[in-house]
């Protein structure tokens, strides 16, 4: 079987062509159309299907795409990156090409890309997180993608990790979103540095948050300061998970997790603080290796999660 796998991103759609290995036969990458322009990206979507189609023959479409997600009905509620409000993407898709189409949430996407084709390959336990823009989340507990009654659960980031913390986009304060990901990572560190003008941090125009990981490697004091309040907040928000689905594995991904050999040393050592006893040793956290190709691979165990289990 055969899978037209769509990463819908707010910068950049990317779909490739997988087989049920894991193998990308074809892919294409196009910049988003501007926000707010769903039949646009429909369109697009058709036409970069057709093209594929001149060399392969797809059964299925999946689509990882950010924001609120009616999976069963393939219905974008709200996406916040897309400026998208009620728009019903797998019936449009369908209608234009002829194919089912199934849509998840893209941090859904991601965990069941580990568990199809990544680390967490034969594990039925999986916690998977994606340190990006935001942090994103995927439960799968028995095999089974967690999402609630609506579809719209398992918003791992919102775990309030501070609770006097900073503002959150959501609107609450603390949540390790908030903290964790990679522009709050960036911003702590700039809010800080007036106060440590010899830090490498202070020379740069604009902090990025890899600034802050390189900086660490270096034994900045600043970036020390920023990510050990990050990694007591990652730790506090992986206790809580560990302990509420007892997983095999918690994967990293994203942007932040190309920085893993700084960041996961730093929560394994803290882990053990924010869970009961019985829980240590039980589970294992690891960086995705998945990479470039985690949302396309991500998108296409949406179809095989769905149709081969
Ligand atoms: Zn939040």
Redesign the pocket.
């Known amino acids: 079987m055969k899978v037209f796998a769509v990463d819908l991103g707010g910068t950049f759609i990317k779909v490739g062509v997988v087989d049920e290995n894991g193998s990308i036969l074809w892919k294409r990458s196009v910049k988003t159309p501007p926000p707010g322009n769903p039949e646009k990206v429909v369109t697009a979507l058709n036409e970069l299907l057709q093209e594929s189609q001149r060399e392969f023959q797809v059964s299925y479409i999946g689509i990882g795409c950010p924001g609120s997600i009616d999976r069963d009905r393939g219905l974008v509620r709200y996406s916040p990156n897309l400026d998208w409000h009620d728009f019903p993407l797998a019936e449009s898709l369908s209608r234009e090409t002829g194919l089912e189409v199934y849509v998840e949430n893209d941090a859904n996407a991601f965990v069941l890309g580990e568990k199809w084709f990544g680390a967490g390959k034969a594990k039925e336990h999986i916690v998977a997180l994606t340190f990006g823009t935001g942090v994103g989340g995927g439960v799968i507990s028995h095999n089974v993608l967690i999402t609630g009654h609506l579809g719209i659960g398992a918003e791992l ?2 775990i309030i990790v501070e609770p006097n913390g900073p503002r ?5 304060y603390g ?1 390790l ?2 903290i964790a990901s990679a522009r709050s990572v960036a911003r702590l560190a700039a809010e800080m540095v007036e106060r440590y003008p010899d830090s490498f941090l202070a020379k740069k125009n604009e902090i990025a948050a890899e600034d802050v990981f390189e900086a660490f490697r270096k034994g900045d004091t600043l970036a020390k300061i920023v990510l050990e309040r990050v990694s007591h907040a990652v730790a506090r928000a992986v206790g809580a998970y560990v302990q509420f689905f007892n997983p095999q594995l918690i994967v990293f991904g994203g942007g932040l997790a190309r920085s893993s050999d700084v960041l996961i040393p730093l929560v394994k050592e803290k882990v053990p603080l924010y869970v009961m006893p019985s829980f240590i040793g039980t589970f294992e956290i690891v960086q995705s290796q998945l990479l470039e190709d985690a949302g396309i691979k991500g998108a296409a165990s949406i179809v095989f999660q769905r149709k081969l289990i």
Request: hydrophobic fraction near 10%; glycine fraction near 30%.
């Open positions: 980031g919102h959150c986009g959501c609107g609450s949540c979103e908030a």
